[in-house]
């Protein structure tokens, strides 16, 4: 019907569209930036009052709206030719991780990420064509895995900026004479190919492949989309709404709630029963307060399995309640120094004898893991998250060896938790909480007597590489199969897995 909407298509049916289609290099998935990969960057969303002063970023900031228009293109031909004009190219080099921490994480699309790793999974040639210049884009295309970028390219003299542009801004129509370049010299087969955009100003792009997608498309590619019927996207806006701000509220009063009702309703005398009780119920009441629901498979392994290091995968704040829900009594969290004062949740910490880590502080990390030894042979539990910070994206950072020559040292297993969607529910520095389903998966324990000094960088390579197996072949809870079955394929993946498990020999 003329002036029809089309219809959305769920993230989960391209994921599976994509893993049963054909494969290999041949195949392309060519990606928009802004708008499309992460959401547009403004003055309040990324917390500036101003776009310029203290902000290191700033000067990379401009053009990272989303929006698609030629307000949006003069923006950006202004950056280069006024803004960047006569600027060293170090000091843009140097904004770059900064506007990658600080501004491109935090805005990320969960389901564009998911959807660059299953077109990497499948073989295909995964390419960046954006207006953004290389400054702009290229760290988040290494965090992503992206070997191919097509990008505004400014010219440099002397290293410095020159305010003039290679060839033209990378838009419209050109863009579009690029992707048939890059298809022609990397043998490419654009009936088969996939393109993803959020601007009407990219139709031409998306027309040379065979397999086009508007993702949260503007009016233009509304239009553009409806006619041949493409597919389209709708992936979740980042800003909270009143929901979130209501459920996440209700999160930080039931925290207060249930720890104070745990402090005054302690033993007499017995510290110790006081804290596994306070972990129990602020957690519980932080979790339920905020919408949030833990599905854990094989739940048994975190209790019965002590003492033991707990490791697991740390992409969000909310772990924090995560890991004595699950573990529930007898362990001591490891925490970095700087949440040591935080507001309320930092004295909590301190109450329940967290033991904070000062990395900064020359081998303070390792002198304060060694004190952790006597606990562990007395029968105290160690939870720790090995990348030693909360990851800025879905990417498994390197794993520190602190928890793993601890494990040795005492001589008891390490525990594998695996934690999925926990950054959707809260990314690092991110103010709400959005409401859903955590899955969470307890490997089969690690033994690590047997365990070399020499040979140390070895299994933690090999732990490392099944959490990266773990999070790739998680079962499908979105599938049409019945819940039974559902837990059945989790507890099959679980078993798979743990059949890998690196056991020291």
Request: glycine content about 8%; some cysteine.
């Amino acid at each position: 019907m003329k002036g029809a909407r089309p219809p959305a298509y769920s993230v989960e049916s391209e994921l599976r569209r994509i893993r049963i289609g054909p494969d290999g290099p041949r195949i392309a998935a060519f990606f928009d930036f802004d708008g499309t990969i992460i959401e547009g960057i403004t003055p309040v969303r990324s917390g500036l009052s101003g776009l310029h002063g203290a902000n290191t970023a700033a000067p990379l900031l401009s053009g990272l709206t989303g929006r698609k228009s030629d307000a949006h293109r003069r923006s950006v031909q202004r950056l280069v030719s006024e803004s960047w004009r006569g600027r060293a190219v170090g000091d843009l080099e140097e904004a770059e991780e900064q506007l990658f921490q600080k501004h491109i994480a935090r805005n990320l699309y969960p389901e564009a990420w998911e959807l660059v790793r299953a077109h990497q999974r499948a073989g295909h040639t995964v390419v960046l064509a954006t207006s953004a210049t290389r400054f702009q884009v290229r760290r988040l295309a290494a965090e992503l895995g992206i070997e191919h970028t097509l990008c505004t390219e400014p010219i440099v003299s002397d290293e410095r900026i020159t305010g003039e542009i290679a060839g033209e801004l990378v838009w419209g129509r050109y863009k579009a004479e690029l992707v048939k370049e890059f298809a022609v010299a990397h043998d490419i087969d654009l009936e088969k190919s996939f393109g993803y955009s959020n601007g009407g100003v990219d139709t031409p792009m998306l027309r040379l492949t065979g397999n086009p997608t508007a993702v949260n498309p503007d009016r233009a590619l509304t239009r553009a989309a409806t006619g041949p019927g493409w597919r389209v996207l709708r992936f979740e806006r980042r800003r909270p709404g009143p929901y979130r701000i209501g459920r996440t509220l209700i999160g930080a009063l039931a925290m207060v709630v249930a720890a104070c009702a745990g402090f005054l309703c302690a033993p007499a005398g017995d510290r110790r029963t006081a804290i596994d009780r306070m972990y129990r119920w602020v957690s519980t009441a932080v979790l339920r307060g905020a919408g949030l629901r833990i599905r854990v498979t094989d739940a048994d392994k975190a209790r019965v399995i002590r003492p033991a290091v707990f490791v697991f995968n740390h992409q969000s704040q909310i772990d924090s309640m995560i890991i004595p829900y699950i573990l529930r009594e007898s362990f001591t969290p490891v925490v970095t120094i700087k949440v040591k004062h935080y507001p309320v949740f930092g004295a909590l910490l301190r109450f329940v004898g967290t033991l904070f880590i000062d990395r900064s502080t020359p081998g303070g990390a390792k002198e304060a893991l060694n004190s952790l030894v006597v606990q562990l042979r007395t029968g105290r539990s160690v939870a720790i998250a090995p990348e030693g910070r909360i990851s800025p994206t879905p990417r498994l950072q390197d794993f520190k060896q602190g928890a793993f020559r601890l494990a040795a040292q005492a001589g008891v297993p390490i525990v594998p938790i695996v934690i999925r969607d926990a950054g959707r529910a809260m990314w690092r520095k991110a103010l709400t909480i959005r409401p859903g389903t955590i899955d969470v998966m307890i490997l089969d324990p690690i033994d690590t007597c047997s365990w070399e000094p020499e040979d140390l960088g070895t299994q933690i390579a090999a732990v490392r590489r099944l959490y990266l197996d773990t999070l790739e072949q998680w079962p499908d809870a979105t599938c049409e199969a019945p819940s039974s079955e559902r837990e059945n394929q989790r507890a099959r993946v679980a078993q798979d897995l743990s059949a890998r498990l690196p056991h020291g020999e």
